[in-house]
């Protein structure tokens, strides 16, 4: 939305720089989830770098021009101009969200690839996974369940973009531009939302068996899961309802500007709940398409001592939850104007 949300170069530095500021905070959550994910589960790690290496790939390629974009669009000496750089971040906001949507239903509708444990033995080629085909994960763009939550995704960060303008910035004309731009993105972002759950919810999820480890498919797994575990039922429902309120909210109230917070927490919930369901109650969390390839909570955890580890470490989260807390408020006492972009020699 830089191009079309933003109709003066004044507007678009306000948008640039109201974001800028907080870059390096969800650049950072994104690198220690991912860290910890692939610290608790490595086989997970070496299976999608290194067999679905082009969509991962081309999902980092998308951040790191984020960086880069922000550091150096304003930077003395820019030869290749303010626009080049801004277009990174077009680039990031539309490939980004879209693969990190497709490569996440994977984890329900599965990838091709095969696991061999017996190959580390092999001092030639001690390759445990190998991927099926030579689209290395690229081939994930073909199936339409996949595009669905891909383009949920997309739509949700537009969303969430424009809800966090109107509670950010001390710019009439954006807020109301802002408030207008709601509409065009969560529509949308509903329907692909609802057409992923309510095809993943009633179609064959990969089973496993707790006692041979054997995976099968089973049918309505996915539904079965959120029925036998309550507690996450109900947080993915609240979590639902906070987006919803936080968007139907702004549109009802104008003064309402709070809507960020409501449907930022709720997409953080929703997605966690997603993500149990698809490891929990003996279900594969990177399925295969060959069966007994698929990555399990049983089958694919670090050792012993690793996850002793990773548990000791965890402890510290509320630290962390404390310290952004502390970071954000400090960022957030008030609301910005391209006064506050001017006068500051560090704008992006």
């Known amino acids: 939305m830089l191009f079309s ?174 408030r207008k731009y709601l509409w065009y993105n969560a529509i949308p972002f509903v329907v692909f939302f609802l057409i992923f759950v309510i095809w993943t919810l009633f179609s064959e999820g990969f089973a496993v068996n707790a006692t041979t480890g054997m995976v099968s498919m089973e049918k309505y797994k996915y539904f079965t899961n959120l029925m036998e575990m309550p507690v996450i039922l109900a947080t993915f429902l609240l979590g639902v309802v906070a987006v919803l309120a936080g968007v139907i909210g702004t549109w009802i109230f104008p003064e309402f500007k709070s809507g960020i917070w409501y449907a930022g927490v709720g997409t953080v919930v929703t997605v966690c709940s997603l993500l149990l369901i698809v490891g929990y109650n003996n279900t594969s969390f990177y399925p295969s398409i060959n069966l007994q390839s698929s990555l399990t909570i049983f089958n694919a955890s670090s050792s012993e001592f690793t996850l002793r580890a990773m548990s000791l470490v965890s402890l510290f989260i509320p630290v962390v939850l404390i310290y952004i807390f502390i970071a954000w408020r400090a960022m957030e006492k008030k609301r910005i104007d391209i006064e506050d972009v001017d006068g500051d020699e560090h704008a992006y």
């Open 5 to 178: 949300l933003s109709k003066t170069e004044d507007e678009r530095r306000l948008l640039v720089n109201v974001l800028g500021r907080k870059w390096e905070f969800t650049f950072t959550t994104l690198v220690t989830f991912g860290g910890a994910f692939f610290a608790s589960f490595p086989l997970f790690y070496s299976t999608s770098f290194g067999g679905a290496y082009w969509v991962w790939m081309a999902i980092l390629f998308c951040f790191i021009i984020q960086a880069v974009s922000y550091e150096f669009q304003s930077k003395p000496g820019n030869v290749y101009g303010k626009t080049t750089y801004q277009a990174f971040l077009f680039i990031n906001g539309l490939l980004g969200t879209f693969l990190i949507g497709v490569a996440i239903a994977t984890f329900f509708t599965g990838s091709d690839f095969v696991v061999n444990k017996g190959n580390i033995t092999n001092q030639l080629a001690p390759v445990i996974s190998s991927w099926g085909n030579e689209w290395h994960g690229l081939e994930a763009l073909l199936n339409v369940r996949n595009l669905t939550l891909g383009l949920a995704v997309f739509f949700l960060a537009r969303s969430l973009a424009v809800l966090f303008f109107i509670n950010r910035l001390n710019h009439p004309v954006l807020e109301a531009r802002s």
